[in-house]
């Protein structure tokens, strides 16, 4: 039987606006990234898609940004947080290295690519796999969701070669302990601004 995964970004920081570098150290929500969220709510509620279960990365602006979009509880999972990126973390995006970042946070404390990618996936799995988990929402980070995005690449034609925007939505079905994207949701924020 599929099974309805969404997984989506939480809504704009204080960080994402000042260029900082944000992995497992947070920012708060401005103003936008609420108005964001609820944004995705609506296009939630509009859409009649309802969650019986729920889940957040423990960052605060993930958190935060799960209950702007839904009343439901949920439960917050460390698995969810977003690419570790040592001693980078706070500074400013400028000092990132070139795409791929491979395994150079790592030196600094960080976490590799690949140990993110999988522990986004394993995350997800495990969560997915519960019995009477039939559409679920997961609010997590922009890095975590590409991460996993390219850990199930080779099962869907869908994909988003920009940037996932604050508050995007990936819609992912699940069946035969296989994910496969199958819509990915970008909101129209321009009249927010």
Not at 45 to 63: G, L, Q, V
Not at 69 to 80: A, E, F, H
Not at 111 to 138: F, G
Request: proline fraction near 3%.
């Amino acid at each position: 039987m599929k099974k309805i995964l969404y997984l989506m970004r939480h809504g704009q920081t204080l960080f994402n606006v000042r260029k900082k570098i944000q992995g497992w150290c947070d920012a708060p929500l401005t103003d936008l990234g609420v108005r964001q969220a609820i944004v995705a709510g609506e296009y939630f509620k509009n859409n009649n898609i309802t969650f019986d279960h729920a889940y957040s990365s423990t960052s605060e602006r993930a958190c935060d940004t799960l209950e702007y979009v839904s009343n439901i509880p949920y439960k917050r999972v460390k698995g969810l947080k977003e690419w570790n990126f040592g001693t980078f973390e706070g500074e400013s995006e400028d000092l990132n290295p070139p795409l791929p970042y491979g395994d150079f946070f790592v030196k600094y404390g960080g976490e590799d690519e690949i140990e993110l990618r999988n522990r986004i996936a394993e995350t997800l799995y495990s969560i997915m796999k519960n019995d009477n988990h039939q559409s679920v929402l997961a609010v997590s980070h922009g890095a975590a969701c590409r991460q996993f995005m390219r850990y199930w690449a080779h099962t869907s034609d869908v994909d988003q070669k920009e940037r996932l925007g604050n508050c995007c939505i990936l819609k992912f079905e699940f069946e035969n302990d296989e994910f496969k994207l199958i819509e990915i949701i970008n909101h129209d924020f321009s009249q927010l601004s």
